[in-house]
């Protein structure tokens, strides 16, 4: 009877024994799944988020653009202000920063875009295949560097010189200057872009023409953006050394241009 017992006891805790182990094994199972679940759940969110934002920038060019050329151009005015003349934000000359505001957002996203994309399409039939291209296949299609060598020099030799700079001044006379006559605006905007021209034309091939040689082969969606940031550092340093605004009671001061 004893041994019948003793028997029965060894059996129900072994039974016991096993079902604690298991049960132990799944716990220790699920507690080091679920940091991995969820680990694998946020990077496959920050992916969807990612591509979700590259995709939208891929569909809307032309608006992701548009929004970079207005607030970077802005925010560079900014930092010239605040951070290297140390103005306090009561202190910032916002008639100065509207100048940048219209001219980043009207010229450098709008009429550039209409420039650089829609007429360079064009212009230039092998834009849209070199660009697709991977970096080694550029190097091996003859026609699509030559379209890209003629879209840098396009770059700076017409479109800079001749429509950028006079359309900036003129841009600057309208916001900066005294007169509502638009001839005035060209006429003086012109006048200040001949007295500046040598040195505006060399900043220019100094800094735009290794940038083109990078842009034009970058995939066409993010051709202005990169074009942009570029022009963030240049903004800055324009608007700090030559961005005020005029002001009649003090000697006149020569003036140059943010570059695109």
């Not at 995709?55 to 290297?84: I, R």
């Not at 991977?134 to 091996?140: E, G, I, S, T, Y």
Request: hydrophobic share 45%; proline share 4%.
């Amino acid at each position: 009877m004893f041994s019948v017992y003793r028997t029965s006891v060894c059996s129900i805790a072994s039974t016991a024994s096993r079902r604690v182990y298991h049960n132990s094994l799944r716990n220790l199972k699920a507690s080091v799944d679920r940091p991995a679940e969820s680990a694998a759940a946020k990077v496959a969110s920050e992916t969807v988020t990612k591509e979700a934002s590259s995709s939208w920038a891929k569909e809307n060019p032309f608006l992701f653009q548009l929004g970079v050329a207005t607030v970077k151009t802005s925010a560079a005015d900014l930092v010239a202000q605040m951070v290297a003349e140390r103005k306090s934000l009561e202190e910032v000359d916002w008639k100065r920063n509207a100048i940048f505001v219209v001219f980043g957002f009207a010229y450098l996203g709008g009429f550039q875009y209409w420039l650089m994309v829609t007429k360079y399409r064009q212009w230039f039939p092998t834009m849209d295949r070199f660009a697709k291209l991977p970096f080694a296949d550029k190097l091996k299609d003859t026609a699509g560097i030559l379209d890209a060598a003629k879209m840098v020099l396009f770059d700076i030799t017409v479109h800079l010189p001749l429509i950028y700079f006079p359309t900036y001044y003129t841009v600057k006379e309208f916001v900066g200057g005294h007169s509502w006559n638009p001839i005035d605006w060209i006429q003086d905007g012109v006048g200040k872009y001949c007295t500046n021209a040598k040195e505006d034309l060399s900043a220019m091939i100094k800094l735009w023409g290794p940038s083109d040689c990078i842009q034009f082969v970058l995939p066409v969606h993010i051709r202005l953006p990169f074009r942009h940031v570029v022009s963030f550092f240049w903004t800055a340093y324009v608007s700090f050394t030559r961005g005020a605004i005029e002001d009649d009671a003090t000697p006149k001061i020569t003036e140059s241009i943010e570059t695109n």
